[in-house]
């Protein structure tokens, strides 16, 4: 089955620090790999995706990610934090065969010290 | 703008109840999927629908039931709640990945706490 690991799951930073965290799947054939973004109190939304072409996408709030297949990677990075950034964010993998399911990663808390 | 609604933010129901979780989108998306949402777990889909009156099992489907009658509404039942589903139950909808534009959009949740 289809899997996704996010590495960091508590992430405390304080702020203009960078920001990576790590997310690989183990699907081995053509992906869609996204990361939402949770701001406490709010539905989740999407942040950034990548479904083809340029391996670097960028998304809302400075956010970017890289596609890097031969790591089954799609990690996720901001140059320089604010407080505001602070809330949960998952990674998500969909595989284009069959039923269009989407299997998400157990998410990352991010913390921003002010 | 897209909008998922669902029909109640907190509900607290007793161990057997048979429990209908209400999940309506607006923007005539084929794919609707229920999850719950747990510290430490993440989002883990229990079932997810792509048309009316078609289902999939999710990964923990267990316990639950859905039904889709109306291609914007899609409802979540736990036929017998049991506190082991104390969770935080979040609806979303999207539309079919050939359409170009796919990402899903997601309810404000419901957090359902079983005593």
């Known amino acids: 089955a289809q899997s996704v690991s996010q590495h960091n799951h508590h992430v405390i930073l304080s702020e203009a620090a960078s920001l990576e965290l790590g997310c690989n799947y183990s699907?081995?054939?053509?992906?869609?790999l996204f990361w939402y973004v949770q701001y406490p109190g709010q539905h989740l939304q999407l942040l950034l995706k990548?479904?083809?072409?340029?391996?670097l996408v960028k998304g809302i709030k400075g956010f970017e990610a890289e596609f890097i297949k031969s790591k089954f990677s799609f990690n996720l990075r901001k140059p320089s934090v604010q407080w505001s950034d602070t809330a949960e964010y998952f990674c998500?993998?969909?595989?284009?065969?069959?039923?269009?399911?989407?299997?998400f990663g157990i998410g990352t808390k991010l913390q921003v010290i002010p | 703008d897209v909008k998922v609604t669902q029909s109640s933010r907190y509900l607290v129901k007793r161990t057997g109840e048979k429990v209908f979780l209400e999940c309506v989108q607006d923007?005539?998306?084929?794919?609707m999927f229920w999850y719950r949402q747990d510290p430490g777990l993440g989002l883990r889909l229990i079932y997810f629908?792509?048309?009316?009156?078609?289902?999939e099992k999710g990964d923990i489907p267990e316990g639950y039931s859905v039904s889709r009658e109306k291609k914007e509404r899609f409802s979540l039942i736990l036929e017998s709640a049991s506190t082991n589903q104390t969770s935080m139950y979040l609806c979303?909808?999207?539309?079919?990945?050939?359409?170009?534009?796919?990402?899903?959009?997601f309810g404000p949740g419901t957090r359902l706490t079983v005593t």
């Open positions: 979303a909808s999207s539309p079919h990945l050939g359409q170009g534009k796919y990402e899903q959009y």
């Open positions: 699907y081995g054939g053509t992906v869609n």
């Open positions: 990548y479904f083809s072409g340029d391996p």
């Open positions: 998500a993998v969909l595989n284009s065969g069959g039923y269009q399911k989407v299997t």
């Open positions: 923007m005539d998306h084929e794919n």
């Open positions: 629908s792509y048309d009316v009156k078609m289902k």
